[in-house]
């Protein structure tokens, strides 16, 4: 089980990237945005927030997620993407 921290990085312009971000409910239960059966948790770059968990690497790359405790926009550390 691998863990990252993402990268901190200036809100994306409108239309840009796609971006991904909890609603409030979800942001105040306190879970991670997406969940699922892959190896990789990333965490805010920031904050340390955990917002993806047990994901598949592949599955996050090109997309800004935007942390639901601090906002700041986070993207996956590139160097993940040769570690398929
Ligand atoms: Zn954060």
Known sequence: MAQFDMMPI?????GTRSVLALTPE?????????????????RCGRC????LKDVGVEQVQEVVFQ???CGTF????PWTQSRR
């Open 10 to 14: 200036p809100a994306p312009e409108e």
């Open 26 to 42: 979800a942001a105040a239960a306190g879970g991670p945005m997406i969940s699922g059966a892959g190896t990789a948790t990333f």
């Open 48 to 51: 340390k927030r955990v917002i």
């Open 67 to 69: 942390c639901p405790k």
């Open 74 to 77: 986070n993207e996956p550390p």
